[in-house]
């Protein structure tokens, strides 16, 4: 069974920044795309930024130039770094990993963004 856990939520004020963490039970080399979603409340679920196992990354924009998704494939991680946070990134954070056969998403950490 395939697991993934986040870390590294919590609450922040407007322009602070935090490191999300997603680490796996088996190597990252398993899985071809790994990403980071959110969801807010009362909103659907958004793609926040993925990275390929070649390198490509892709971003929303609404975090593009404040976000930055990295992979360790030593440590079998996944970050997310984010900076000068605001308000609307408030949401849970989830990691996801796409795998040859499956989809895996982690259990969320909440990000909340408020002074």
């Known amino acids: 069974q395939v697991q993934l856990v986040e870390s590294g939520g919590g609450l922040v004020q407007p322009g602070g920044s935090l490191r999300l963490s997603c680490a796996a039970s088996l190597s990252i080399f398993s899985f071809s795309n790994m990403g980071w979603y959110r969801q807010a409340p009362g909103k659907e679920r958004e793609l926040v930024a993925s990275?390929?196992?070649?390198?490509?990354?892709t971003y929303a924009d609404s975090v593009k130039d404040r976000f930055t998704i990295s992979r360790d494939n030593a440590k079998d991680t996944v970050y997310l770094q984010m900076n000068s946070l605001k308000p609307e990134d408030t949401a849970v954070y989830y990691c996801r990993a796409i795998g040859v056969f499956s989809t895996y998403w982690g259990q969320g950490t909440q990000v909340t963004v408020s002074s």
């Open positions: 990275a390929t196992s070649g390198g490509t990354t």
